[in-house]
């Protein structure tokens, strides 16, 4: 059984059943916001943004096994909910564990396989290049059938500080989301 990396929302709503849940390390990829949302943080009318993972670099997240039998009714869950415009590929992920294969910056670590949703580069949703203004303005204006961009932006931030992720580059994005709605309505608005 696999487990399944998350590194976007599904670090906060994995939805899905799982006996175990861990911090984890995946190689070979970083987070960035590099796909279109037409449903989830926008619509097709009016597309919202939300990460992605780009080859080179490394991406921080967790990892969660399915409860025992429930692997293939998770992936289903999965599928549907990610949509297409990505790809599921199993590749390993550096999990922090109890008993230690090998020791890497002063913590028991080991490689895992797990599932991990890709974008697909040939999708209309992968969207790499956008300056970031656009992407801002992406974020501070898409609303979806999971909630609005700047929310998904705010939790991202958040829930990457509660695994011990500090990025300074979200957050100065997440800062000018808000000066985007302000200048946009006049006044500035909480973000939701």
């Known amino acids: 059984m696999n487990w399944i990396f998350g590194y976007g929302s599904l670090m906060w709503r994995p939805g899905f059943a799982f006996r175990d849940r ?4 995946l190689t070979g990829y970083h987070r960035a916001f590099c ?3 037409f449903r989830h943080r926008g619509t097709p009318e009016a597309p919202g943004m939300v990460v992605g993972l780009m080859p080179g670099g490394s991406c ?4 969660y096994l399915p409860e ?6 998770a992936l289903a869950y999965l599928d549907e909910r990610e949509g297409p415009g990505y790809r599921r590929r199993s590749l390993a992920v550096e999990m922090v564990v109890e008993e ?3 020791i890497k910056n002063g913590a028991a ?6 599932w991990v949703y890709v974008p ?3 999708h209309s949703s992968y969207a790499p290049s956008l300056p970031r203004e656009r992407i801002v303005g992406l974020i501070a204006t898409g609303v979806g059938e999971s909630g609005t961009a700047r929310a998904y932006l705010r939790d ?3 829930h990457l500080a509660g695994i011990g992720v500090h990025d300074p580059d979200l957050e100065a994005m997440l800062a000018a989301v808000g000066e985007f709605r302000k200048g946009a309505e006049g006044e500035v608005r909480p973000a939701t």
Not at 22 to 25: E, G, V
């Open 60 to 63: 921080r997240g967790i990892a």
């Open 120 to 122: 697909e580069p040939s």
């Open 109 to 114: 670590t080991a490689s895992q396989p797990a």
């Open 35 to 37: 796909r279109l949302s």
């Open 156 to 158: 991202l931030i958040a």
């Open 68 to 73: 025992p039998g429930g692997e293939g009714e």
């Open 100 to 102: 230690a294969m090998e």
């Open 22 to 25: 861990r911090l984890a390390l």
